[in-house]
Nanobody, 124 residues
Framework: QVQLVESGGGLVQAGGSLRLSCAASGRTPNSYAIGWFRQAPGKEREFVAAITWSAGTPFYADSVKGRFTISRDNTNGTVYLQINSLKLEDTAVYSC?????????????????WGQGTQVTISS
């Protein structure tokens, strides 16, 4: 199994920045990529970004391109999600997930391990 622990969420004013972390442990060699998803109140969970461990290739949802940056640190098994110019609509629970598959990272079906999530709340 792969264990994932998110951190870095909190209450932030609109226009500010936040960096979320996803620490992976366990059978991480079985993890090919890490994805970030978010679920806003009353909405379905949606894909935000993903990154492959080996090459560090990033993938983004069109809605977050330009404001979100995903990165990884292979030395400590952590994936980061930098969010800039925060908007009220960024309020959500952000979760990271591990995939053993190559490709289709926007689909939740390719992820087999999930973290508990971290709450991000944006205030006006």
């Amino acid at each position: 199994q792969v264990q994932l622990v998110e951190s870095g969420g909190g209450l932030v004013q609109a226009g500010g920045s936040l960096r979320l972390s996803c620490a992976a442990s366990g059978r991480t060699p079985n993890s090919y990529a890490i994805g970030w998803f978010r679920q806003a109140p009353g909405k379905e969970r949606e894909f935000v970004a993903a990154i492959t461990w080996s090459a560090g290739t990033p993938f983004y949802a069109d809605s977050v391109k330009g404001r979100f940056t995903i990165s990884r640190d292979n030395t400590n098994g952590t994936v980061y999600l930098q969010i800039n110019s925060l908007k009220l609509e960024d309020t959500a629970v952000y979760s990271c997930a591990s995939s053993v598959w190559r490709g289709s990272y926007s689909s939740q079906r390719v992820y087999n391990f999930w973290g508990q999530g971290t709450q991000v709340t944006i205030s006006s």
